[in-house]
């Protein structure tokens, strides 16, 4: 049975939680593992995508066309691919990331912002590469408003639309309804990105895979914003479960998570409490090391930060929103103290 | 006062009857100040632009620019067209002798944000207003490096999906590099980035931009910048009137790529005028905010100009 393409973001999504500090040699040692291993593409750009160190979302330790570029001498199978927010990156770093060795894009936005990436599938094209689109925060909106967003993107170009639970906020029925209705939709193939803020990652990929799903992402050892990611090596071994023809070399995997990754991890990323508030207030995965770090050093709970940013609609990359919400929470803190005080 | 010696009224047309040229139609109308609108020029006889005009008492055309170079006195044109349309006005317009206030990313002339550099840019015969998000940010940009030098300044626009139209939308990267551009040239920052994100939200968002600001050196006092934004609003306000810092600007310290740093956070908000267009449109409202500012300014140039012996 033809598997579904397995992607590897940990040197993208992973970024995230190493707070944007990859170093070469990780990269080195994590491109060369996964591409022995037999994984087709890895993805590897500051973690917001290219030109994402910022303030806004952090600087990077070494500079994301470095680590592409590093990535591309370490494989001899595997492609690379790079991440691009329309809003954030331009065809400028693209064409960059080209000459350093990027061969495959995946091009993302807000799930209802398809039409903000036109001129950027149109480069990819016209350069002969694969295109992939992502739209972002997929639990906001109803598959068939999905369906029509994913469209938009098959029509500049795209070869592949995925449906990217940013928030980790779908359950495994959402999902594959999700996948279900783009596999319906569209000519081109249809993907499925994780997070695991609800302890659902694995399950929600084998949901989108059992609805048709053509490719799939991990990270190894989950490694990725929020409660992090579906784990590849775990998306491998069900893929071999399923009985999937996947090529993929499963002990290889279980052996680069544990021996190579987990060792330079910050902190296993696990659905713990601000995790899990991420996931049932459906905000985006990456706020949440900016929310533990503005709630600490404003004396605020980062849950009930987390839970205001998800009443107030956040999208994707608004974590400037973190510091408003924060002050406002904070104030009004201080007032009712101040009340209490009085009483 | 200057204005009380200054009779008389600089005729002005407007180019385009979408959303920017209706909106800006109708701040000029509110507040002529020393501009009388001549002319509405559209292409499209279905537009509500136009309609408006024609309910209005407005003088309006569908033969787009033609009408527009026929009245001599016709002297300041707002281009509110297309970045393409514009490059064939610019040269109509220079030949002409009129003066092209440019709405749209063609950037031909100039970039000019009212309150920092219009006076430098006041005998040119076309300025451009660079983006929305850049006439909100690089006033706060310039705030902080007229009092202490900037490395680096980054914003971040965000802005109510419905108020982004089709011309953001296919040219979002022109519109990054711009405003970034913008920051640097205008701003006056060594180095400028730019962020603009769409939120579907409904009811929509109001316009926010987040600012911020990498001082080069530690030994500055903090109340000299805070003193010199909350000018700046004031100036900015006197013809954005929802202009506003959400909270006082927060001071931090930031590991750099360049060591640890200063950093100075500006909340902004942008709440829209409702001319024509919605309040949550603020992003649209501080583009023809400013270019009914730029326009009154130079009518001033022009009718002082003439009374000079």
Known sequence: MKSPRLTDTTLRDGSHAMRHQFTRQQVREVAQALDKAGVPVLEVSHGDGLSGSSIQYGFSGTNEMELIEEARNAVTQARIAALLLPGIGTRKEMKEAIAR??????????????????????????????????????????????????????????????????AGALLPDGAAARVRALKEALKVQVGFHAHNNLGLA????????DAGADQVDGTLRGLGAGAGNAATELIAAALDKLGFDHGLDVFGLLDAAEFIVAPFMAFQPIPDRDSIAIGY????????????????????????ILVELGRRKTVAGQEDWILDVTIELAKQKELHEREAGVR | MMDRLLDGKVKVAILGSGNIGSDLMVKILREPGHMELSLLAGIDPQSEGLARARSLGINSTTQGIDPVLADPEIRIVFDATSAQAHLRHEKMLRDAGRIAVDLTPAA????????????????????????????????????????????????????????AGPGTRQNIDEFTDTTARGIEVIGKAQQGKAIIILNPADPPILMRNTIYALLESDSVDHQDIVDSIDKMINTVQAYVPGYRLKNAPVFEHRETPDGRKTLVVMLLEVT??????????????????SARQVGEVMAQHILEQRVKP
Request: glycine share 10%.
């Open chain 2, 108 to 163: 031909r002339g100039p970039y000019v944000i009212p309150p920092v550099n219009l006076g430098e840019h006041i005998d040119e015969p076309n300025v451009n207003l660079i983006t929305c998000g850049g006439q909100a940010t690089i006033p706060l940009v310039y705030a902080v490096s007229r009092v202490t030098p900037v490395s680096y300044a980054e914003m971040v626009s965000t802005i109510a999906s419905q108020s």
């Open chain 2, 272 to 289: 829209g005028a409702g001319d024509y267009l919605p309040k949550f449109a603020g992003n649209l409202d501080i583009m023809t905010a």
């Open chain 1, 281 to 304: 207030a459906g905000v985006y995965s990456t706020f949440l090391l900016h929310a533990k770090r503005l709630g600490q050093q404003y004396g605020v709970d980062p849950l009930e």
């Open chain 1, 101 to 166: 060795g990027a061969q495959v894009f995946r091009i993302a936005t807000q799930c209802t912002e398809a039409d903000i990436s036109q001129q950027h599938f149109g480069m990819v094209k016209e350069m002969g590469l694969e295109a992939v689109g992502f739209l972002m925060m997929s639990h906001m909106r109803e598959p068939g408003v999905l369906a029509e967003q994913a469209l938009l993107m098959e029509g500049y170009g795209a070869d592949c639309v995925y449906i990217v639970d940013s």
């Open chain 1, 202 to 209: 694995l399950g929600n990929t084998v949901a989108a895979i």
